[in-house]
Each structure stands twice: as structure tokens, then as C-alpha cells.
């Protein structure tokens, strides 16, 4: 087992998780918890894996992807900006509904191979000792988008003038709608970047990390993986991006272990086909929960908590906080 | 042109009903466009739903079946979103349960030959037990950590589906397939068809005790909710947990209670399942009936009574949906019913209001609004 490789690897699958939850990221920040990503990131994934099996272009199938994941984003923010509905409920019916669409849509493309998007490894950099294999060699495409996507992200939340309007909507949208910022209208755009992102997300693991269609398998509780880290990272990109990078790694490890006969000459007890790797398979969710109780304490201890106003449905000329 | 929702002082009560099922019904229609769309018969699907769950005597008997495990799940997401405590692990806590009374059954810690009034009420007492543990834990990170029930009730519902798999692959697994052997007959809820001898009419209904463990749990649940001291604290820790506090309710032991007893209720309804209709642990031993469960207490409106109910109806759509192509029609009918529920309980709460002018501006003519 190749130690680069593996990393490698887990750069690649932490790129899903850092896509949905970067998109979280941003609808939580103005105020709209959205725990429909497990649902969005499926549509992303079928919506993708179909339209490159149609057309051939896999670049077409993340357009789509994105579109899915935005489109149920969308509706999400009808139901609980304008109807004011409880933001848990419409997310939990969110992830019903895309994994119920995602199964109906995808019947029959289970085993189908299609266009995956291209991988390459970026000259210099690649040939830096240690981190170079593991950042920049033979890289999905996507692994590098997510690179820029996470400081982008960054920069924009805190130090750009949108950004402010942004936190503001998410912290105490009557004084920004007093300053004239249009609450509506940003919630709206936020909730469906999200949507996007997931979209994206889902779309990685069918045209770049692991190519193909498995079902609701295909997502396999990832969304809301990404829904934890959010938590632990206290809504901030750079965390979050070091969360998912970790998790990647760890679920890539957990897959590659299975195939090593011996650890230090001492057989391995996980090896593929033994009972016991089911225990292996489920410490990235319990490791969820270690790092949201550690993200749950941190925020106590720091008084950093959730932007103020996130769950609460805002109504113009209404008041309370 | 504006769209203004107005809250009603009062809903009428024929009002919520009739949305209710004018949600159902719109929420078929356009399931069934769906359905056309991606090359199915929606009016034909519909119609061998309806014929093979409630066609007979014999499917109305294994409509009741699948939804007896229902009625138990959809109690436990019931009381527990009653107090607004999202409990999204109740498939985890089924799993458990099941897992607690395959334990009974095949640790061989009874002797053989044990009869069934005792091992049957071991076994409800493990389900229970291991249930309310998996509740538990979420229930005391949340009430002394103040960590998020959603995200740790969901991972819990992974970690027991690899619990569960661990023990049917690995150290109960008969002869290499991926289940335990078949329980003895002392550890089988007895069924209607085992009364054939005495009463013919009922020779082949395979309907179970674990029924009557829903009926009684519905009614003791409405007991606690409706008439108990208690249940008057979990509505109002629900409703608002400020006057609660106000009030001097304890919410952190509440939490910690009533996750527990939600468990104990999903692990019952492991345990029924196992005992009563598959006899035996194995992989997938629920179709999801623990994230059905949370849209049956929704549908409910959290009421007991209307939780029994529903759960016939998912029965139904459980049982007759395994034969309709595609696979996925259950479950996006499930999440397109939940939407639709949303938003007519917001017509309920809500009038809405046209108005072709532009309103005068907001913050002198708007009347007040208690918020």
C-alpha cells in the first residue's frame, strides 16, 4: 500500500465533501439550513452520470449535475422563504424526494460506463517532494477546481462587501433589509449556490472520484457527512476543507487496507471478505460524530456559534429576532 | 401584483384535514406524471397498489404486516418530534432492537425448550432495551454537549446498519448467507393462521401480536401526550421552550427520557419485525421503515390515533410498490407526499392574499403581527 497513493486518493474523494459542504456553507450563512444535501448531491450524481450517457460529454453532465442539485435547492427556498416552513422538515423532505428521483431516474443505468471527465498533472508543482504526488499528480479535473473553489469561498464570505451582506442576512436580516440589502433575493441566490455546489458534488463521484451509478449507494450518506463538517468547521471554508480532505483520506484508507495481507507482520484482521471490516466501515460516521461533538464544544467554549438568524424563516415588518 | 401570506387567528379544524388529503392526492398526481414521464402507467401502477394491498383478505392481512413496524417507528418519531427533538434515527433504533432479540434467541443464554411466555417477553425486553441505549446516546450528547440530534441520529443509523451486517455475515450467519438461522417456534409471535384449527377464516393471515403491540403503544402514547402531566410538558418544551423554562420544566432530562423511550419504541418495532414476520435476523431487514416513520408522523400531525392510520396507508405503499417498475416509486412518492404536506400546512397557517396594488409602505400600515 502505497502511502502517496492512498492520500492521493483521499485528496480526490475529500473534493465531494468539499463541494457540498462549502455549498452548506453559504446557505447557512444566510440563514437557511438546508439539510437536503444527501437529496441534492444524488440528483447531481444521476443527473450527470445520465446526461454523459446520452451525449458523451462529461463536461454536459456536470452542467446538468449542477443544474439538478440547484433546481431542488430552489424548491427548498420557495417552501421556506415565501411559505415560511420549518427549514428541518423541508430539508428532510428534500432528501427524500432526490433520493426517491435520483432511484427512479436512474433505473437502468447501473453498469453503464460513460464519459469520465480528464485528469492531468500540473507540471512544477507536482515535482515538489511529498505534497506534489499527493496535491498534483494525476488529478480529476475537479480536484483542482475544488482548490480554488475553497479559498474563493473564503475570500468572499470575509473579506468582500457581498460577503458582509451575506453574513448579515444569515446574523439579522431586519437591519439588513434596512440597509437596503434584499433579504428574499439573497436567500434565494445562497440556497441555490448551495443546491449548485451539491449538484457538483454528486456529479464528482459519477464523472471524476468513482465513476459509475450504485443507486442511493452511490452517495452513500456523504451529504450529510457534509452537513456534520459544516458543524465542525463553524462555517468557515478553510476548516471545511481540511475536514473533507481528512475524511476523503479516511475513507480511502478504509478501502485500501482491505486488500494489505499484513500490517508489520501481523496479519491483517480486516482483510476484504472478513466479518470484522464492517467495523471499519463504520468509523467515518462515527468519527462524524467525534468531530461534531468537538465542533459543538469548540463553538460553546469560543461563543462562536451558528449565524444568529439560521432556521428562522424572516418576515418583513415582523418582529422579533 | 404582491402575494401576502396573512397567519389565521384560528385554522377551522375541517380545514386541516381537508389539506391534509388534498395533499395526498396532489402529491399522487404528480407522482403519477412522473411516473408517465419516465415510461410507466401511472392510473395502472396506482390500481395494482391499491389491488394487491387491499384487494383480499389475504393482502389486507400483509398490508397490516409491514404496517405494524410503521405504527411502532412512526409513534417513536411522533413523541419525539412532538417536543421538536428530531429523532431521524429510528431506523438505527429498530435495527438495535432487532439485533437485542435475535440475541435472546441465539446467544444461548436460555435453555432449549424455554417456553414462549418467557422468551417472547425477553425478547421485547432486549428490542426495548437496545433501542432506547441507541436512542440514549444521541438524547445525552444533545442535552449535555448541546450536539446536534439530526447529524448523530442519522451516522447511528449507518454505524447499526454495519452492526447488524457484522453479525448476520460474521458470527450468526448460517452457513455463509447473510442472515441467522430461523428462530425456534417458541420465539415466534403468534400469528392469526395459527388459530386456523379453531377458526378456518383465519387459515393463511399472517397478521401478528406485534399488531396489537402497536394498537396498545398508539394508545399509551395518546395517554402520555393528551392526559399525562408529562406528556403536557414534552407539548410545551415543543411549542415554546422559553415558557418551559420559564415554567420550570426540566428540558434536559425530558430530552434524555423521552429519546429513550422513542428508542425503546423503534426497537420494539425491531423486535416485532424478527419475532413476528421474518423469524430470523438478516442484511436489510427494513425497506427504510425507520425514515418512513418520518413522514407518517408528520402526516399525522403527531397524533397517535392518525399515526395508526397512515402507517396502513405506507403499508400499503410498502408492500404493493416491491412489484412496480421502477424500483424507486415508494420512496419518491414518500418524499413528494412530505412536500406537499409542507406547503398546504401553510395554506392552514397561513392566508394568502393577492393584492394588485403595491401595499403601502410596510413598517406604518402593516399591523402588528405577534411574532
Known amino acids: 500500500m502505497d502511502l502517496t497513493l492512498v492520500l492521493a486518493a483521499g485528496i480526490a474523494a475529500g473534493t465531494v465533501l468539499v463541494f457540498a459542504a462549502v455549498g452548506e456553507i453559504f446557505a447557512e450563512r444566510a440563514g437557511v439550513l438546508n439539510l437536503g444535501v444527501e437529496g441534492m448531491m444524488l440528483m447531481g450524481a444521476v443527473a450527470g452520470f445520465s446526461t454523459s450517457a446520452a451525449t458523451g460529454n462529461a463536461w454536459l453532465g456536470v452542467l446538468a449535475g449542477m443544474i439538478a442539485g440547484g433546481l431542488l435547492a430552489l424548491l427548498h427556498a420557495v417552501v421556506t422563504i415565501h411559505l415560511r416552513a420549518d427549514q428541518v422538515v423541508s430539508g428532510l423532505a428534500l432528501t427524500f424526494l432526490g433520493t426517491g428521483l435520483a432511484r427512479v431516474l436512474g433505473e437502468g443505468l447501473t453498469n453503464r460506463v460513460v464519459a469520465t471527465l480528464p485528469r492531468l498533472t500540473v507540471p512544477v508543482l507536482s515535482d515538489v517532494p511529498i505534497a506534489g504526488p499527493i496535491l498534483f499528480r494525476d488529478q480529476s479535473i475537479l480536484t483542482y477546481v475544488g482548490f480554488i473553489v475553497v479559498p474563493i469561498a473564503w475570500f468572499w464570505i470575509e473579506r468582500t462587501r457581498p460577503g458582509l451582506h451575506l453574513r448579515a442576512i444569515g446574523e439579522y436580516p431586519a437591519a439588513a433589509d434596512a440597509q437596503g440589502i434584499g433579504v428574499y433575493r439573497l436567500r434565494y441566490a445562497y440556497v441555490i449556490l448551495g443546491g449548485v455546489l451539491a449538484g457538483l458534488g454528486g456529479a464528482a463521484i459519477t464523472l471524476a472520484i468513482s465513476p459509475g451509478w450504485f443507486g442511493d449507494q452511490t452517495v452513500n450518506g456523504r451529504g450529510w457527512i457534509a452537513v456534520g463538517l459544516v458543524i465542525f468547521a463553524r462555517w468557515n471554508p478553510i476548516r471545511v476543507a481540511i475536514g473533507a480532505y481528512l475524511f476523503g483520506a479516511i475513507f480511502r484508507f478504509i478501502l485500501d487496507i482491505q486488500g494489505v495481507h499484513s500490517i508489520l507482520g501481523i496479519e491483517n484482521p480486516f482483510l476484504a471478505g472478513r466479518s470484522s471490516t464492517f467495523f471499519l466501515e463504520m468509523l467515518p460516521y462515527l468519527f462524524v460524530i467525534a468531530v461534531v461533538i468537538l465542533g459543538s464544544r469548540a463553538a460553546t467554549r469560543q461563543r462562536i456559534g451558528a449565524p444568529a438568524a439560521l432556521g428562522t424563516p424572516y418576515v418583513r415588518g415582523e418582529r422579533g429576532a | ?371
Open chain 2, 1 to 371: 401584483m404582491t402575494i401576502r401570506l396573512e397567519p389565521r387567528i384560528a385554522a377551522p379544524r375541517w380545514l386541516s384535514a381537508a389539506a391534509t388529503i388534498g395533499a395526498v392526492v396532489v402529491a399522487l398526481v404528480i407522482s403519477g406524471a412522473i411516473i408517465g414521464f419516465v415510461g410507466g402507467d401511472p392510473i395502472r401502477s396506482y390500481l395494482h397498489i391499491l389491488n394487491a394491498s387491499f384487494g383480499s383478505i389475504g393482502v389486507l392481512s400483509d398490508t397490516l404486516v409491514k404496517a405494524t413496524p410503521l405504527i411502532l417507528t412512526g409513534l417513536a418519531c411522533a413523541l419525539a418530534f412532538r417536543m421538536r427533538l428530531w429523532n431521524i434515527g429510528a431506523e438505527g433504533q429498530f435495527l438495535l432492537g432487532a439485533w437485542g432479540a435475535t440475541a435472546v434467541v441465539l446467544s444461548g443464554v436460555l435453555p432449549k425448550g424455554t417456553p414462549a411466555v418467557v422468551v417472547l417477553p425477553l425478547m421485547m425486553a432486549a428490542g426495548m432495551l437496545a433501542g432506547a441505549i441507541w436512542g440514549l446516546i444521541p438524547g445525552v450528547l444533545r442535552a449535555r454537549l448541546g450536539v446536534n440530534e439530526i447529524i448523530t441520529t442519522l451516522m447511528l443509523n449507518y454505524v447499526a446498519l454495519f452492526w447488524i451486517q457484522f453479525w448476520v455475515f460474521g458470527p450468526w450467519s448460517e452457513s455463509g448467507f447473510q442472515q441467522t438461522k430461523t428462530f425456534p417456534p417458541e420465539a415466534w409471535l403468534p400469528r392469526l393462521s395459527d388459530f386456523a384449527t379453531t377458526v378456518p377464516a383465519f387459515g393463511g393471515l399472517t397478521v401478528h401480536l406485534g399488531l396489537i403491540f402497536g394498537l396498545v403503544a398508539a394508545g399509551i402514547v395518546w395517554l402520555i401526550l393528551e392526559r399525562s402531566r408529562w406528556g403536557y410538558e414534552i407539548r410545551l418544551i415543543g411549542d415554546s421552550p422559553r415558557a418551559a423554562r420559564y415554567a420550570g420544566i426540566d428540558i434536559a432530562r425530558n430530552l434524555i427520557v423521552v429519546f429513550a423511550v422513542s428508542g425503546a419504541l423503534a426497537g420494539l418495532a425491531g423486535m416485532s419485525e424478527v419475532a413476528g414476520s421474518v423469524h430470523r435476523l438478516q442484511d436489510r431487514i427494513s425497506p427504510g421503515y425507520g425514515f418512513t416513520a418520518i413522514i407518517i408522523a408528520y402526516l399525522a400531525k403527531f397524533h397517535p390515533g392518525r399515526v395508526v392510520v397512515a402507517s396502513i396507508l405506507f403499508g400499503a405503499l410498502i408492500l404493493a410498490g416491491r412489484e412496480i417498475q421502477p424500483s424507486g416509486v415508494p420512496a419518491m412518492i414518500q418524499g413528494i407526499i412530505l412536500f406537499a404536506l409542507i406547503v398546504s400546512d401553510t395554506l392552514v397557517r397561513y392566508r394568502v392574499r393577492i393584492e394588485r396594488t403595491p401595499p403601502p409602505a410596510p413598517a406604518t400600515a402593516e399591523p402588528a403581527v405577534p411574532g
